[in-house]
């Protein structure tokens, strides 16, 4: 296990106190002890730290800790993520191809990569070196995977899609159904075969279960960094940009675009055939029907600024008390009306 | 690969212009070349002809397009769907029973099927003729499956469920999983066994990740025809008509009824113990909560028409104005009511 | 096949009429014949006994049923899941770890267990006595399941997560995926390990393709006795207490805490670090972002007090009415203005 000082190397911080002590582990305030590194993003609780027996905290310039080494630095969230990678995300040791996995005779595998028991990789299939395909993953033919990745458990990749370099896909997410696609015949539903693929860029982070479709024709695209949550469904056609959130249970109907940066709050829906902007927010649960604007926020169904939103669902809450305000009005106007003729 | 005059065949189309020319490819007008085959269903996009180098394009009648061959046609978005099939939707040649597949020797196994590796087939499962199960599928005891099926990669079905013919089901989703019943004991509850069933009956096809649950006792039903998207969950006892689509991440409770040629928007929520009549489409992420006629549109939560719904949504945006019309009309009285009374 | 003497035995029932009767077989009113038992928990349905052909009806006290055996009981529905579970609820003949399985030498396996093809199962992995896992099921290393589990197919479990005694997992439910977590560095997001696990206690039921991520640090709880209906999401660090019910497709946003014996509505959505106290219950479609107080019912997004909400929907049903009205009201207004200046 690496001392503190081997830490603060690592993150380009600074120690304060006794550099020499050994971390074992990352630990919570109220649970870390001897041994123990804990943080503290928010000054909130820093009160916390006074009986804490942990060995060293993770901390903003400008604070004293009497008793306890510091690892200061300016963004202690972003350095405890980095000391827990650290201490607990050491990749486990290439197994090869594992007994119990069915690998196709064409396929490219590269060096130090693992294939669990129950995995199924079909024809011309490439893997990247270093990358680990765990229990039950299936490859259909002409897939690829880059380097480095994680597919988890129960991973299901149809045929010729693409997966970029350091892609971690969470267990029973499902990449390249078929995009939900039918043309009416004129008694019931014909079928439109969908021939195009998913490509997911280097970096992209998908959920448990999340579904994303192939693309009719052409390329259902997720591109560099985007992490997606458990539950999403993304459709044929969709483009997502990069480094964009979208929180757990979302749904994108098909050929919708979702610019760079954005944050799609959980549960939300995006209709067919809209752009969202760049840098947008969309709060959890919206219904979102039309293009929207970049760099803002955007609530509610159907979408309007979250602003707006806040202000009409404080309406909708008070709208019995204006009802009965509207009709005693009716009442009083009627009183007038009736006392300014009679005069 | 077929000319022109093939698929004019196939379609019961008209060619205008070289007929003998192969047709390789299906692709959108914007990255169509020659050999390529593109389509034009609606008219706003003719403009985009005059620069493709597609060998052909599938039109309606009553449009010129110098220097392209043209497959004419009433429907040029079905014939599409139709092209496509002839050009990518050809089935693998079947591959038997493959070495590490688990098949119980009881099964009934129909001619040219294939079963992947890592697929388990228990007691008394039969499985018709043509139909393909993707690495992967687990079929409990008492499963049928009909003829020419495209069971995907990881999908699970529960005893005794039956398939009907060329069913599509897409990766990962569950069939005939415990419906959610349990009977308050007084201190918890205590889960009603399952003992029904779930049936899918011709031409259904099942989105990847789908939940549809078992009957408590007797059958959850999926006639004919009928199009389910990514993620949508279906409870025990539901009935679900013909030809009808119900998009991603729909949820219907317990026992209700939806009727056949219906369209349930994405996210939309049906309560338990509804009927939803023909031909009736519910908005996306609507809520409803009561039966609803045939032949009608419904939005919202609770569910009310869809017009009704739009006045309501736009009269929501507008409450905060309204909210202050209303108070500065309560201040008009107030000052009437002074006015009227000092006289 | 018990006779109906003996299910009242399992009961504590009261037989009248003819307690030799065998029962073979529980149906609903409709369809049940001879040999069959039926039940009425609503004395709604009492007329629809006078045609059954059933041979045994589970009722409440007070009720005749001329030529009918009846088991009489306070709660018949109880009674009905017993009965059922009595007639329908036999586990399986254990198999042991049948071939096809792959499963490491390290894991420690209790007695009368089975392990389907296709399952999986890591390092130092403990399974209890009696417990099913039906094929393709994966735990990874570290995992321990308790005794008389049933885990269904399919079902992904990561490394060290803790599943309790009699839980039930549905098909294709994955437990102990990673945290949504991830640090924004300034220029993209820094993925933050999770390095806690997820501990289902006692008697908990999970539903098919429900997605349980496990902890940043700690443990993701769900107490004992809580079932869990299919696709709904469990985000990292949520506790979900005692006897509580989530429908299908909920969603719970990381660190909030659900109390004991809540009900908490389909496709309704929590916000994260926040508190429901006990026996709460929150309606369908649903959005929370703020603690609720024990024992009552909240509607709408954002919730309020199931009252409001019925009074506050209704209210936006009406309001282009009421838009109407303050509108006529204005002009009423206006011309009374007028008369009273003018006089």
Chains 1, 2, 3 share one sequence.
Not at 128 to 133: A, D, F, H, K, V
Not at 138 to 150: I, K, R, W
Not at 196 to 211: K, M, P, S, Y
């Amino acid at each position: 296990m690496p001392t503190l000082n081997e830490l603060a190397a690592l993150l380009g911080a600074e120690v304060v106190g006794d550099g020499s002590v050994v971390i074992h582990r990352m630990a919570p305030i109220d649970s870390a002890g001897p041994g123990d590194i804990t943080f503290v993003a928010n000054p909130r609780y820093l009160a916390r730290l006074k009986d804490t027996t942990a060995s060293a905290v993770i901390i903003k310039p400008g604070f004293e800790c009497p008793g306890l080494a510091m690892l200061v630095c300016d963004n202690p969230y972003l350095a405890f993520a980095k000391v827990l990678t650290a201490l607990h995300g050491q990749r486990p040791a290439p197994r090869g191809v594992m007994d119990g996995a069915w690998v196709d005779s064409t396929a490219e595998l590269g060096e130090d990569i693992t294939v669990y028991p129950g995995c199924v990789v079909g024809k011309n299939v490439r893997i990247g070196r270093g990358t680990i395909l765990y229990p039950g993953v299936v490859l259909y033919d002409g897939v690829e995977v880059g380097e480095d990745c994680l597919v988890h458990a129960g991973v299901l990749v149809r045929e010729g899609c693409r997966i970029g370099h350091r892609v971690i896909v969470q267990p029973g997410a499902v990449i390249g159904s078929d995009g939900f696609g039918f043309a009416p015949d004129g008694r019931g539903y014909y079928k439109i075969p969908q021939v195009g693929i998913v490509v997911l860029e280097d970096d992209v982070e998908v959920g448990a279960n999340v579904c994303i479709d192939r693309a009719a024709m052409g390329v259902t695209l997720v591109k560099r960094g985007t992490k997606i949550d458990n539950l999403v469904q993304i459709a044929h056609n969709v483009t997502i940009g990069e480094d964009t959130i979208l929180v757990a249970q979302v749904g994108i109907a098909g050929s919708s675009k979702v610019g760079n940066h954005c944050t799609i709050g959980g549960q939300a829906g995006l209709a067919g055939h809209i752009k969202i902007g760049d840098n947008t927010m969309v709060a959890a649960q919206s219904g979102i029907m039309s293009d929207l604007p970049a760099g803002q926020v955007f609530s509610g169904t159907p979408g309007m600024p979250h602003r707006e939103w806040l202000k009409a669902s404080a309406a909708v809450k008070n709208l019995p008390s204006m009802r009965k305000t509207v009709s005693s009005l009716q009442k009083r106007i009627e009183e007038l009306e009736k006392l300014v003729r009679e005069r």
